[in-house]
């Protein structure tokens, strides 16, 4: 299609028709008459081929390519918004405005809170929303990356994004400290024969799919979106976690585990910060992936070489 000759107000018509799924509603909400909404509508209508909206009764209900239609237009909705909202300058001092960041809680524990101290220093008016990192990120990451400001997440996982790097980090093993088998050192059988707790999709990350080259298929028993639970979910068990060192560091005093090193000379971790082109040659992104990498420098030699016991 043409987009010289797209009206933008109709991207607006559009998410407000197939959000509140009323013509009356969706007018007021965008600030149009209902005559008005109501032939923004026919002007979509025409544009898709399609009716979008269906009278069932007496209330309008989403077509099949309307329901195709809410997520992708409320994606387009938000790139456009940070598009328009681009700025040629900024001034964190003086600035006042939003950051959406996608992050791990490990990523929030370690690093968030830092950078949050420093812009709460340095930026007054600038405020940071962390969310949690969708277990679609690897399938999605484009449509990911148009709606948010960054993505903090390690390499190895996604790419054909542009990054910057922010610190370094390694892995380390969870065991409880009473583990009825497992004495001062780790090896290669009982990463195999033990039962694992893991992050959502740890066979995402690197150092699992390591495992798989060394003939190590991890037996896992429990998985969770956070990796701040997983010393509590060792703990008093059998099972085993995989975890950041970093982290391992923050949070080992908090459950009766023990840190272990691999058995096996693990593949290192690489914090980066990811987003989308649209942003790159935006002032105030420019600013925010700066403070990033400034507080991430900051961060590179406050992991010792080895793991707390």
């Known amino acids: ?19 509140e799924r009323n013509v009356t509603r969706a007018g007021q909400r965008v600030g149009l008459s209902q005559p008005a909404m109501s032939a923004a509508l026919a002007r979509l209508r025409r544009q898709f081929d399609d009716d979008l909206l269906a009278r069932v009764g007496g209330h309008y209900e989403l077509t099949a390519l ?27 001092a003086v600035e006042s405005r939003e950051f959406k960041l996608v992050a791990s809680d490990y990523a929030v524990a370690v690093f968030g809170t830092e950078l949050a101290r420093v812009v709460h220093n340095e930026a007054p008016g600038i405020r940071l929303r ?38 370094d980090d390694r892995w380390v093993f969870l065991v409880a400290r009473d583990h009825p088998s497992v004495g001062d050192q780790l090896n290669r059988d009982d990463l195999a024969r033990l039962p694992w707790v893991t992050y959502q999709r740890t066979y995402d990350a ?39 060192a970093r982290l391992a560091r923050l949070l080992a005093p908090l459950a009766d585990v023990r840190v272990l090193e691999p058995p ?18 935006d002032a105030a992104h420019i600013w925010l992936r700066e403070t990033a990498a400034r507080v991430g420098g900051g961060l590179a030699g406050a992991e010792g070489t080895r793991a707390p016991a």
């Open 1 to 19: 299609m043409n987009l010289s000759r797209l009206d933008l107000n109709l991207v607006v018509a559009l998410r407000a028709l197939l959000e």
């Open 66 to 92: 309307g329901q195709v239609l809410l997520d992708r237009t409320s994606a387009a909705y938000d790139v456009l918004e940070r598009l328009f909202a681009s700025q040629a300058d900024f001034d964190p």
């Open 130 to 167: 962390f969310a949690q990192t969708p277990t679609t990120v690897v399938d999605d990451t484009g449509t990911l990356l148009s709606t948010t400001d960054g993505l903090f997440m390690p390499h190895g996982v996604i790419s054909d994004f542009p990054a910057t790097d922010l610190y």
């Open 264 to 281: 096996y000379e693990a593949v290192p971790l690489r914090e980066a910060m990811w987003w989308h082109p649209v942003h790159t040659h």
């Open 206 to 244: 690197p150092a699992v799919r390591q495992l798989g080259m060394l003939g190590i298929e991890p037996r896992v028993e429990i998985a969770v979106d956070s990796f701040q639970l997983l010393p509590l979910l060792v703990e008093g068990t059998s099972r085993i976690a995989l975890i950041q």
